[in-house]
């Protein structure tokens, strides 16, 4: 791996490992789930990479899995199946997406879209499905919670990471400068109203419009 891609694969894994653990921390201790987990970043980290690391790698998303999800309090067992459904859905994520070697993830054409939609819905299936009969195994939970809560959460950790590193359509913002601005200041103020309360999920995604 050369030096540039080690770097930015030594970055992510970091990125991983810290908000891997703060979402299983950040989880209510009387539940039965382990928050938004993010995965998204695990598939970015995989399918970012030269092809021969990328075995090697999920190899480590499923260790550093393991050990956020054991150490954020969950069980062995639960820790050990809930992380093999993490790997399981970063590979259908990355063999969906494609196949090239550490290039940019490209969200331009209709193709793309369609393609990073499937990557992101089957992604939820496969951690939804793997999530139920762990909890099945285990007695962990109820199985149809645990399924779709986890379900739910990983397709959208897929859903608004993976963007985030990938290239998109270039285009000029919709709002003039003083009305973004305006934007900014909003979800300043918004985005701690909605992302502090511990009693429900977070609910930041909902400022995002007020960006357009």
Excluded: N
Excluded at 27 to 53: C, E, F, K, Q, S
Excluded at 116 to 145: D, K, Q, R
Excluded at 175 to 203: G, I, K
């Amino acid at each position: 791996m050369k030096g540039s891609a080690g770097v930015r694969v030594s970055a992510l894994l970091v990125l991983l490992g810290v908000l891997g653990f703060a979402a299983v921390a950040a989880a209510p201790a009387d539940g039965h789930v382990i928050g938004i987990w993010p995965t998204g970043l695990a598939t970015v980290l995989v399918l970012t990479a030269d092809r021969r690391w990328r075995t090697p790698l999920l190899l480590v998303v499923l260790a550093f899995a393991m050990t956020t999800i054991w150490a954020g309090g969950r069980p062995p067992d639960v820790a050990l199946g809930f992380s093999a459904g993490i790997a399981l859905e970063t590979l259908v994520a990355v063999r969906i997406l494609g196949g090239r070697d550490h290039r940019p993830i490209r969200i331009v054409g209709d193709a793309d879209l369609v393609r990073y939609l499937l990557a992101t819905g089957a992604a939820g299936l496969v951690a939804g499905g793997s999530a139920f009969l762990t909890a099945v195994v285990t007695g962990w939970g109820t199985p149809w919670f645990v399924g779709l809560a986890i379900g739910v959460a990983h397709c959208a950790s897929q859903l608004c990471v993976i963007p985030i590193f990938a290239q998109l359509p270039l285009h000029g913002a919709v709002a003039r400068a003083p009305e973004r601005v305006v934007q900014w200041l909003v979800v300043l103020v918004v985005v701690p109203v909605v992302f502090v309360p511990r009693d429900f999920p977070s609910l930041t995604f909902v400022v995002i419009p007020l960006l357009a």
